[in-house]
């Protein structure tokens, strides 16, 4: 967003005056550095004026230099210098030799420790150099975390949603530091103290940082690594950005009093050194120039964090995108309207509606694809030829969809949201209100689910309910007390010449369920085939599985007829292409894949997310397919093209569940942060954040009007949100002093019962049944799934 | 990065696997010269393990909708982290870790946990407990909301009371710029209020008072608060409004009637709690206000126990029976034109209580005035069709007389009131006398010949 602007060439400055120490050229550098350091420390006895001098120079410096080579050596000299400063004016420090010595220096300041271990790291370090060396010291880490959230918790409440972001990354890198340099205890001690107040925000990397104790396990950690190859990006104002660097140079600037006055002599500047070099080598500021106080509390965690890997490289550029908005502006227009309907169906569709008028005398039913679905507008509707190959040629089926669509549209219940809005909820009319805003639900509860089910669905024409188990199976139903009966395999090709001879090699007897046996783990998702729409019960079933295959079924003989196999680890979502014929799975092998129903290899692989691919969602019109991740992110594809057109980055957790609205515009995703993020597609960007579940959502679900979102979850709801209202906390008149401490002042997420957003219109609790699957159908009637638990079971 | 030196000093916990457990893994394979330093970084080498496999566990967890994990969790980890699964581990059937008594031997072992491994005594299985099937999945459906709104079913959680302090809130956040806020079940406050509003205050204060008066005045009965008492019946007789306090009042006559019949009802008092109850009663059934119906399954087990209970306070006995066969005729007055089961139901109980043997006479008293409660038909049912006078009869002393006698004649009467001129019965209207009521009760009638001939009339007509 700010990328070509002047500020984000200044955020770019500090990191560029010092690399990285892991680089190639590092031990020539610094074996150099060594030996400056002696002169430089024999210098610097007593001499603290000239370092500072230096320190100013460097400051003064920043804004305009371009970090050629030698202001680069210059940098890491002058750190060393300073930090140099603090041993020489310690009294008990003996003036001999620096290099004899330097093993003495670190037995006085850990304070922990047994010496003859630190000579014996020391000694193992050898030649690393006196940075390394320094760096190691585990207490001015300690010292400069605690002087950095003082200094963050005493400035002024305007800058403070703004610069409690930055505790974060700060924190993980001492963190992964301490574990690399050996340092266990001191690690674990820094955990201990400073972790907590991060907990709320960040709970699942914390845990998973607190897992690494070993130097070995922060080289093979996946994120370790990512933390430490990666930027951090963080987003600042540019005075806040002004601030934070005046802070780290010279201890001022913010509010800086409280705890911290305590730490202002030399430690205090040591562990201020430890965070500059932290915010140098490992974070990245995105400076924006909008005023602090314009943007709201939560925008300032949007599109930060490790960032680089999750941007898709754009097509062999080799500059890394940091920001994901860049990404998505320049991926181009989408083609997000309704798919169009080829003009022989569409006729004929025409025709039998007009043959129905007549016999029902109700010359209203119109075939006008125009209001069946209604021009959005600002999308552009892609045009046949964009559309994933079809058959030529349409089948009854499809007459009978295009034809049910139509009376669908017509029956179906409007649901409009805002009328909620505009109501006083304890006036009279605010029932009437309701009852137009929300919708009927219908709860189907399975009971003595053995060892649960992952999944379940219904079809469109609500004639069927499918529901995968964790031992393996899958189970349908006649919702319509129908007996489910399947063709026989025992007849003679040779008498079958008509549908009623058809009819009669079904089974005899039959009940209205129907075990389908095939997977050898449990069934993760299923989906029904889309070709028969509301008009008939469905062919197909596609079914996912941790046996790492998909698998279709027949409806009618009630087999299964191929196994898909391509994944190399357990599939968790399956889904079927608006059209049908195609589908497209997610695995945790990182992948999705698209698949025809006639071939058994795969036809296109989407490859790029960096963890299992969770969820994913057809886009109405088929071109494009979201897919959601443990990665925290979601990603929309060209689903012909097999590249990704959108990143989406904002969840604080894995994306749990995604569903695109019918008119196209919308991409609603659920993570495990307890947070619905509805996005724009076509930019990309954020609308909004919706809060207040209280455990894990299982199941997002669109309105087919696309106004009210309806989702599902573990904690036993099904809460119901309005998808055009404007959203954000709620604001509570605060009492004053009821906290105390300068945290009351905060709105935040994620605090206890406070976390309701506005635009949540409605919880509808049940007993002890988490909420699997939620659906709409096309008459806007909500069906919603789950397992009752029993309140024994685990 | 170079191998880490582990310190002499580590004696802190790092985690959840102890450098002890370490040792112990290796003493058991034999290798007793550990190092301090393999054993802590291999202690955090199995840590980090376990969480990968945890984490990945998790996910497993998530994918299958549970919040609980389970080993089948961890079997699907280790898996696809390619390593064997544990076999023998049922997540139908979680081990459950038990903490064994401390030793007082080794205090410094710490706590012992070990699995519960139950025997199994086929036999016993066999023989005692039936095995059943499970019945397998199902489904049922019900409406969570219809139109926005949560009906009151019991397949939907309890409704909650919007929160007071919500409403009174809404009033000011409707005048600001914010859109209403909808009432949040899911609030922990919420949820405490839930558990208090679901006993419900049906009784209004004055009710509750007025229900303390009228029972404190009924009872106990002294013969100085004579006046009261009647004051309070008379209440209980006319006034209106009374329906709530129904239930409470009838549980009251119903609970005074127990204790006054089982602690022998001997003595003076007793008697005079149960008159007083049994007016109670009639009291209610009085009034015309109050709708008894659905409670009469209720009235009736007093009344009739009242009735037929073998010992009462000799004093009050008499009166106890024929005024609970009174109201037992009221009663049935009122509402076996709604209930037509009712009188017969009854009529099988006195019956019962008349006619099997070995009974004190109190019961048979009782049935006998029940039945001429009940009516003309009940005792010609009983007395003489039933051969209830001859049971009677036999177990009468001759020329014995008594409140059991009397309540006989007093049924004859009922039949057929005797004439004001007696004249002796002929030979053969005393022979079928004898041969029907017995000889007991035909000396009785024998002296009035159109007595007799009312009595038996009915016998020989049906």
Redesign the interface.
């Known amino acids: 967003m700010s990328d070509g602007t002047p500020p984000a060439e200044t955020s770019s400055s500090p990191e560029e005056v010092s690399p990285p120490n892991t680089g190639p050229q590092d031990p020539l550098q610094t074996a150099s550095a060594t030996d400056r350091m002696v002169i430089e420390y024999l210098r610097a006895r007593g001499h603290t004026s000239a370092e500072q001098a230096l320190l100013d120079a460097l400051d003064s410096g920043d804004p305009d230099d371009k970090g050629k080579g030698p202001e680069t050596s210059t940098i890491s000299t002058e750190e060393l210098v300073k930090r140099l400063a603090v041993y020489a004016q310690k009294p008990s420090r003996p003036g001999e030799n620096v290099l004899n010595d330097s093993g003495n220096v670190l037995q006085e300041l850990t304070t922990m420790g047994n010496p003859t271990n630190i000579q014996n790291l020391i000694a193992s370090i050898g030649a690393v150099g006196a940075e390394e060396i320094l760096s190691l010291d585990p207490t001015d880490k300690q010292d400069g975390f605690t002087e950095l959230e003082a200094w963050v918790d005493g400035s002024l409440d305007m800058y403070r949603p703004e610069f409690r972001p930055i505790l974060f990354p700060i924190f993980c890198h001492f963190y992964l530091d301490l574990i690399q340099s050996g340092f266990k205890e001191a690690a674990l001690k820094f955990f201990k103290t400073f972790a907590s107040p991060l907990a709320p925000a960040h709970s699942a990397t914390l845990h998973h940082l607190s897992t690494l104790f070993l130097p070995s396990h922060v080289q093979n950690d996946d994120l370790a690594q990512r933390f430490r190859n990666e930027k951090y990006v963080v987003r600042m104002s540019r005075s806040g950005f002004g601030l934070l660097i005046g802070w780290l140079t010279e201890g001022v600037g913010g509010e800086a009093t409280g705890a911290g006055e305590g730490f202002s002599g030399e430690r205090g500047k040591r562990g201020r050194a430890a965070v500059m070099r932290v915010v140098n080598n490992h974070l990245r500021f995105d400076v924006t120039a909008s005023n602090t106080s314009s943007v709201s509390p939560n925008a300032w965690e949007e599109s930060t964090g490790l960032l680089s890997s999750l941007i898709p490289q754009a097509n062999g550029a080799s500059a890394n995108l940091t920001n994901p908005q860049v990404f998505n502006s320049s991926n181009g227009e989408l083609k997000l309207g309704p798919a169009p309907v080829p003009e022989e169906l569409r006729l004929e569709a025409e025709r039998v509606l007009r043959e129905q008028a007549v016999v029902e005398r109700d010359p209203s039913v119109q075939y006008d694809s125009f209001s069946l679905r209604p021009a959005v507008q600002g999308v552009v509707a892609p045009s046949e030829s964009d559309l994933p190959p079809l058959p030529p040629t349409f089948k009854t089926i499809d007459v009978n969809r295009e034809v049910e669509k139509v009376r669908d549209a017509r029956k179906r219940i409007r649901l409009e949201p805002s009328a909620l809005t505009s109501v006083d909820l304890n006036s009279p009319q605010s029932g009437a209100a309701r009852a137009r805003a929300l919708p009927s639900i219908c709860a189907y509860t399975l009971h003595d689910a053995g060892e649960g089910a992952p999944c379940s669905t219904f079809s469109a024409d609500i004639s069927l309910m499918a529901a995968g188990f964790a031992e393996s199976y899958i189970r349908i139903w006649s919702l319509k007390g129908e007996k489910l009966k399947g063709l026989r395999s025992d007849f003679q090709a040779s008498s079958i010449r008509d549908s009623a001879s058809i009819q009669k090699i079904r089974e005899k007897g039959g009940s209205s369920t129907r075990k389908l046996i095939g997977h050898s783990g449990p069934v993760y998702s299923l989906s029904f085939d889309p070709l028969s729409g509301s008009a008939g019960p469905p062919k197909y079933l596609l079914s996912a599985s941790a046996d790492a295959t998909a698998r279709l079924w027949s409806l009618d003989t009630m087999t299964n007829i191929v196994a898909y196999r391509g994944h190399q680890n357990p599939v968790w979502d399956i889904q079927w292409n608006p059209m049908g014929i195609y589908f497209a799975t997610g695995s945790r092998d990182r992948t999705a894949r698209l698949w025809s129903t006639d071939r058994t290899s795969c036809l296109r692989v989407y490859a790029g997310h960096l963890k299992d691919v969770d969820c994913l969602k057809f886009h109405p019109n088929s071109l494009y397919l979201a897919t959601g991740s443990s990665d925290w992110t979601a990603r929309l594809w060209d689903v012909q093209r097999g590249s990704c057109v959108r990143v989406f980055i904002g969840h604080q957790g894995t994306v749990s569940s995604l569903a695109i609205s019918p008119d196209g515009r919308y991409l609603a995703s659920a993570g495990e942060d307890l947070a619905i993020n509805l996005w724009d597609l076509g930019s990309g960007r954020r609308i909004k954040k919706m809060t207040g579940h209280t455990a894990s959502i299982y199941s997002l679900a669109f309105s087919e009007e696309s106004s009210l979102l309806v989702s599902g979850g573990a904690d036993w709801t099904v809460r119901c949100w309005d998808v055009k209202g404007t959203g954000g906390p709620v604001v509570k008149p605060r009492e004053n002093g009821s906290m105390g401490n300068g945290d009351s002042t905060i709105v935040r997420y994620g605090d206890g019962d406070n976390n309701e957003t506005t635009d949540l219109l409605s919880t509808f609790p049940t007993k002890r049944t988490p909420i699997i699957n939620v659906q709409f159908t096309p008459r806007n009637l909500c069906l919603v799934a789950g397992t009752y638990q029993t309140p024994d079971s685990r | 990065?170079?191998?880490?030196?582990a310190?002499?000093?580590?004696s802190?916990s790092?985690?959840v696997y102890k450098q002890d457990s370490i040792r112990d893994v290796a003493e058991s394979l034999g290798i007793t010269n550990l190092s301090d330093a393999v054993t802590s970084?291999l202690a955090?080498?199995v840590?980090?393990r376990i969480?990968?496999v945890v984490?990945e566990a998790s996910?497993?967890m998530?994918?299958?909708?549970?919040?609980?994990m389970?080993t089948?969790d961890i079997d699907?980890a280790l898996r696809?982290l390619n390593i064997e699964p544990l076999y023998g581990h049922s997540?139908?059937n979680?081990p459950a870790f038990r903490r064994a008594l401390p030793f007082p031997q080794l205090p410094t072992a710490g706590p012992v946990y070990f699995v519960e491994d139950e025997e199994i005594d086929f036999d016993r299985v066999l023989r005692e407990e039936k095995i059943t099937l499970?019945?397998?999945?199902?489904?049922?459906?019900?409406?969570?909301?219809?139109?926005?709104?949560?009906p009151l079913i019991p397949?939907?959680?309890p409704a909650i009371p919007r929160d007071p302090e919500d409403?009174s809130k809404?009033?000011p956040r409707?005048n600001t710029a914010?859109?209403?806020?909808?009432?949040?079940?899911?609030?922990?406050?919420a949820k405490k209020q839930q558990q208090q509003q679901l006993v419900k205050q049906v009784l209004s204060r004055e009710l509750q008072l007025y229900y303390t008066r009228l029972t404190s005045s009924l009872l106990p009965p002294s013969s100085s608060d004579h006046a009261k008492r009647t004051a309070a019946l008379a209440s209980l007789r006319n006034d209106a409004g009374l329906q709530a306090l129904l239930p409470y009042l009838i549980r009251w006559i119903g609970e005074g009637v127990v204790s006054g019949l089982k602690e022998g009802a001997q003595s003076e008092n007793d008697g005079k709690v149960l008159e007083v109850l049994i007016d109670v009663i009639s009291a209610i059934l009085e009034n015309n206000t109050l709708f008894v119906e659905p409670y009469l399954h209720q009235i009736l087990p007093p009344i009739l126990s009242t009735l037929l209970h073998s010992s009462l306070p000799p004093s009050h006995a008499t009166h106890l029976r024929t005024s609970a066969s009174q109201t037992l005729s009221r009663l049935l007055t009122q509402h076996s034109t709604t209930y037509p089961s009712l009188s017969p139901r009854i009529m099988k109980t006195l019956l019962l209580a008349l006619i099997s043997p070995a009974k004190s006479k109190g019961t048979r008293e009782g049935a006998i005035r029940g039945l001429i409660g009940v009516g003309k038909e009940a005792v010609r049912k009983g007395l003489i069709e039933g051969g209830g006078t001859k049971v009677v009869g036999s177990e009468c002393a001759p020329g014995e007389t008594g409140p059991l006698v009397d309540a006989v004649i007093d049924a004859f009467k009922v039949l057929q009131p005797p004439s004001d001129m007696p004249e002796t019965a002929t030979p053969e209207v005393t022979e079928q006398l004898n041969e029907v009521i017995g000889n007991h009760f035909a000396a009785y009638l024998s002296g009035d010949q159109t007595w007799s001939l009312g009595v038996l009339s009915d016998t020989s007509q049906s």
Do not use: I
Not at chain 2, 1 to 5: A, D, I, L, R, V
Not at chain 2, 178 to 189: E, H, K, L, Q
């Open positions: 990065m170079s191998k880490p030196k310190r002499a000093s580590q802190q790092t985690g970084s955090s080498d840590e980090y969480h990968q984490e996910r497993f998530r994918h299958a909708r549970r919040t609980t389970t089948s699907q696809v997540p139908h979680p499970p019945k397998g999945v199902n489904w049922t459906a019900h409406w969570l909301a219809v139109e926005g709104v949560q397949e939907n959680p409403v809404s009033p409707t914010f859109p209403p806020t909808p009432p949040s079940p899911s609030r922990p406050t």
